[in-house]
């Protein structure tokens, strides 16, 4: 699996745009970009999945440079209610026939009124 | 539609001791997969189990724990003669089917544990 390196932590006010960047220099060919969003005492949940360009999807947006060592998750207008923890995942879907991760230590987002 | 249901969600043991925790998945997933998460640590993959077999358990410590999926039934992960530094969360999750492009895990809740 590619390693990832995230920001530790980002503060940002309610109603503001968040940008999340996630560098994976090493991400392969088959790999594709997931993101999950966890709040305290709760399992990870699924946000956003690409693997080149840009996706969108009712939550959040997701770009991918041209040479993929890189990507930004976008959340638009954050409100207190998504102060959680995000972790950007590098692997192949494919692999093995299964997805194998360990999550990095993730960003953790505090959103201030 | 039910999520990915785990129990107990919190479970104290006390050392010496073992901890059985369980995992139904959503309805439909065939693919169950375990996660161990230290405080302030992000998850760390142990299991994969499909119905009746272990795929990978390579996260999996050696001794002590052990994980199944039988045909009927949660899948369990077992814990004895626990010690201390096993307490953590433990997440399950599920999917249902391994081989599609673009597969995503859908998460429980989680087991707190506490070993005393």
């Known amino acids: 699996l590619a390693k990832t390196t995230q920001p530790i932590s980002m503060d940002s006010y309610e109603g503001q745009e968040v940008n999340i960047t996630c560098s994976h220099n090493?991400?392969?060919?088959?790999?594709?970009i997931t993101w999950y969003q966890q709040f305290p005492s709760q399992g990870p949940r699924f946000i956003i999945q690409?693997?080149?360009t840009k996706v969108t999807n009712e939550v959040a947006s997701l770009f991918i440079p041209a040479d993929r060592k890189s990507s930004t998750l976008s959340l638009p207008r954050v409100s207190l209610s998504d102060t959680a923890v995000y972790y950007c995942l590098v692997g192949d879907p494919n692999s093995g026939g299964y997805q194998k991760v360990t999550f990095g230590t993730g960003t953790k987002l505090q959103v201030i009124p | 539609n039910a999520g990915v249901m785990q129990n107990p969600r919190h479970l104290v043991r006390r050392r010496g001791q073992e901890a059985r925790l369980r995992c139904s998945p959503m309805?439909?997933?065939?693919?169950v997969y375990w996660y161990r998460q230290l405080p302030e640590e992000g998850l760390k993959f142990m299991v994969y189990l499909q119905k009746e077999n272990i795929i990978d358990e390579s996260g999996m410590p050696k001794e002590r724990f052990s994980a199944e999926f039988p045909k009927e039934g949660p899948s369990i992960l077992r814990i004895q003669q626990v010690v201390r530094g096993d307490s953590a969360a433990y997440f399950c999750a599920s999917s249902p089917t391994a081989t599609p492009e673009r597969n995503t895990q859908y998460f429980g809740p989680g087991t707190r544990l506490t070993v005393l």
């Open positions: 309805k439909g997933h065939s693919h």
């Open positions: 690409g693997y080149k």
């Open positions: 090493n991400i392969a060919t088959n790999d594709y």
